[in-house]
């Protein structure tokens, strides 16, 4: 069975999937090269379709990420016999007939469309928090869980709380917008001067330069119940037509919003500082519910809120549970991915796939592809024996360089295929990769990549975090060692790396760790600011001549930008 599923708002993206296996997912902001691109996914489906070697015409469904019958049964459809579109026939016809459901909510909605040529497409409107429940449970490396789903909203729900079993996910409570966490640090996000629904991660590590002295009056706004939590809205107004998403009274106690790109002050810390720490203590009371509902040892998180890596760590060693899973694709283009998981399992009950979860889902390119582009645009390149050799040598000198290799990532964290790295040891590494390469915001911390099974020596407590997704401290007698990667506060956002899940930069981190005694190297995306992540040869080739890299390894060949770095790399060509 072959399924296709999409997300068309918000980091739209696709996923096709084949008998439970996940053949491919890419958003289509790597295509077209607008951050976030909320256009219908077109390119993205056709990786996919080539992925698969398919055709739409093979695909026997497609699990589409919002369920728009529960808005449909609400809406006020005035009668009138003024003429129409007919395409308004597809939403109008079950606008009026199901007024006569009343007080029985639509559960889900399905579309099928028969081809003269005895073809049929098959689409299924899959509930938002179900996507982002299925994209967790179908991809945790556990049968049963419970699952905790938090971010702005999807259809009317802010958080939903389900036990999964097998094939089963069971909604078992939800919490209704505009009650929202997301939409809160989404509010407090653009009142501290950036942009709602993608700044967010910015405020994160802003978080660890001031002191949560405003917490306590932020969790006034919040009451916290026995099920959940309800906010108070008249600090609000993402819920209504206005120009902020904070109201006069958030104003009036928390101070004027600050304008973008305007200097930062202690103020400011010390808001998002409170914030964060008001949001950890949300999660983890949501946590200790869901727990507390299931008695539940595993628990499964998704949706946008659960790519705050700081609460992360909190939950994986506060909560109680002894295994946690972090969907990497956890924002809405993972909900693509859910959808097609849920059609597969939960609808046609196709069995679950047994396999090694990835994140690497994308788009990659042959060395003799890269040969022909790196010959098309006359650049002069070598070849190497060991691309992973090369490239340790070159960071163990100090060398910053773009690292693209195999598939491209799914979701918003490089891992080692579509990356920047450089050398954790020199103290002023942060601020040559922010003035030379990123041309970002200096209070934004790097994050390291590192061997699995010697990140204790580095961090604590020791725990897995194989998608960059839980914030771990960096040990105090390491911290003078890998200062690049230390944020403010001592913790750094780990990446653990396994020699099963990614060989060749698994390699690349070993032979660092033979030069230089350390296993880890700095890991950031392939990317300047306001730019998606490279996808294809010629975004690598673009950031790499648009910014100071010293070197640039894709596939098995290279290209320097300086006298040292070729050195290096000749010593290592074939």
């Known amino acids: 069975m072959l399924v296709l599923g999409l997300n068309y708002s918000y980091d739209a993206a696709a996923c096709i999937v ?83 459901f009343a007080g029985d909510p639509v559960a889900s909605v399905e579309q099928t469309l028969r081809m003269k040529s005895g073809r049929q497409l098959t689409i299924h409107y899959v509930t938002h928090h179900l996507a ?9 490396p556990f049968e049963e869980a419970v699952l905790l789903t938090v971010d702005g909203y999807g259809e009317r729900t802010s958080t939903h709380i389900a036990i999964g079993r097998g094939l089963e996910i069971e909604t078992l409570h939800t919490i209704e917008f505009p009650h929202s966490i997301g939409a809160l640090y989404a509010a407090v ?17 802003l978080a660890a330069y001031g ?46 919003p600050r304008a973008p790109e305007s200097t930062l002050d202690q103020h400011h810390y010390d808001l998002a500082a409170s914030l964060q720490l008001v949001t950890e203590e949300l999660l983890l009371h949501l946590a200790a519910v869901a727990r507390r509902m299931t008695g539940q040892r595993r628990l499964g998180m998704a949706g946008g809120v659960a790519l705050n890596c700081v609460a992360n760590g909190r939950i994986a060693r506060e909560a109680g549970f002894d295994e946690c899973f972090f969907q990497p694709a956890a924002g809405d283009a993972g909900t693509a991915l859910g959808a097609a998981l849920w059609v597969t399992h939960g609808i046609a009950r196709r069995p679950r796939h047994r396999g090694l979860t ?70 002023e590494m ?40 839980r914030a771990l401290q960096v040990r105090p007698e390491m911290r003078a060692k890998v200062p690049a990667i230390t944020h403010v506060d001592g913790s750094a956002r780990v990446h653990t790396v396994t020699r099963a899940a990614n060989p060749l930069f698994y390699r690349l981190i070993e032979e660092f760790a033979h030069r230089t005694g350390l296993p880890c190297v ?51 060509a074939e």
């Open 18 to 100: 084949r008998d439970g296996e996940v053949l491919g997912g890419a958003q289509e902001e790597r295509f077209s090269r607008l951050k976030h691109d909320r256009n219908f996914p077109s390119q993205a489906i056709e990786f996919c379709l080539k992925r698969a070697g398919a055709t739409l015409a093979d695909v026997d469904a497609v699990g589409f990420f919002w369920n728009p019958g529960i808005h449909a049964q609400t809406l006020n459809v005035k009668q009138s016999g003024l003429p129409r579109h007919p395409l308004e026939y597809l939403y109008n016809v079950p606008n009026h007939l199901l007024r006569g």
């Open 132 to 140: 982002h429940a299925a994209s967790t449970l179908f991809r945790a």
């Open 189 to 205: 996000t653009e009142h501290l001067g950036f942009r709602a629904n993608s700044g967010e991660g910015k405020v994160m590590g």
């Open 211 to 256: 002191q949560p002295c405003r917490a306590n009056e932020l969790r006034q706004l919040v009451e916290l119940t026995d099920e959940g939590f309800r906010l108070d809205l008249s600090y609000f107004s993402f819920f209504l037509e206005r120009e902020r998403r904070v109201s006069e009274r958030f104003c009036a106690r928390f101070g004027a």
């Open 358 to 427: 990835v994140d690497t889902l994308g788009l990659e390119f042959t060395d003799q592809e890269i040969a022909q582009e790196l010959e098309r645009a006359a650049l002069p390149s070598l070849c190497l024996r060991d691309p992973a050799a090369a490239a340790a040598e070159l960071l163990a000198a100090g060398k910053i360089i773009g690292w693209f290799q195999g598939r491209a990532e799914f979701g918003p964290r490089a891992l080692g295929n579509r990356s920047i790295l450089a050398d954790p040891r020199p103290r």
């Open 430 to 469: 942060q601020d040559q990769l922010n003035h030379r390469v990123k041309f970002r915001e200096p209070f934004r911390p790097f994050a390291p990549s590192a061997l699995a099974e010697r990140a204790s020596e580095l961090f604590e407590p020791d725990m897995p975090s194989p998608f960059m997704l």
């Open 522 to 572: 700095l890991n950031t995306s392939f990317n300047i600011r306001g730019e998606p992540i490279v996808n294809r040869v010629a975004d690598a080739l673009k950031c790499f001549y648009t910014t100071d890299m010293d070197a640039l390894i894709i596939g098995h060949h290279a290209l320097a930008r300086s006298a040292e770095a070729a050195a290096i790399l000749r010593t290592h």
